[in-house]
């Protein structure tokens, strides 16, 4: 049996990251870890129902690396491009084949990923910079938009968790 580590946020810097960005390194790189967790028993049988009308597990699973992409997007200073948009709106309805279990978890590791090499290229010198959010341009700056990426990201795996636990009841 491994040795149970310490939480991600234990563990030390995440190499290559400034200071002010461990903080949403450690909440991303948790946030997958969890999910693997989850996914590891997961019965395919329930990920996409909705036990009394909430949102499935695989919703979730699609949010969390929906919206990391997005966030880390506007946090860029860049505007969503059709192809995040159709992605935005798969969440919403996944179509007749939805994704698998594990499209869904490769899905948010790779997107993981994306976002740790964005942290390590981010400047903390570029953390106050304004940045705007979606069409109607709402105002933001980018350490808000990577911060709130991060704390999004801990919500969705906290509802997969209860969603997940209910369906096993």
Request: hydrophobic residues 40%; aromatic residues 2%.
């Amino acid at each position: 049996m491994p040795t149970p580590q310490p939480e991600v946020w234990l563990r030390g810097p995440v190499a290559g990251i400034a200071p002010m960005l461990q903080p949403i390194a450690h909440a991303l790189l948790a946030a997958r870890e969890e999910v693997e967790s989850i996914a590891a028993d997961l019965p395919a049988g329930i990920l996409w129902t909705r036990p009394g009308g909430v949102a499935s597990a695989g919703f979730h699973l699609m949010h969390i690396a929906g919206v990391v992409d997005r966030l880390f997007t506007y946090a860029r200073g860049e505007s969503l491009d059709d192809g995040q948009r159709a992605a935005l709106r798969e969440e919403a309805d996944p179509g007749p084949e939805p994704p698998t279990l594990d499209q869904l978890v490769d899905r948010l590791r790779r997107q993981v990923d994306r976002a740790l090499e964005q942290l390590r290229s981010t400047a903390e010198s570029e953390l106050t910079r304004p940045r705007e959010v979606g069409r109607a341009r709402l105002p933001s700056n980018t350490l808000g938009l990577l911060m709130h990426a991060a704390e999004h990201s801990q919500r969705h795996v906290g509802q997969l968790l209860v969603t997940v636990r209910v369906q096993r009841l």
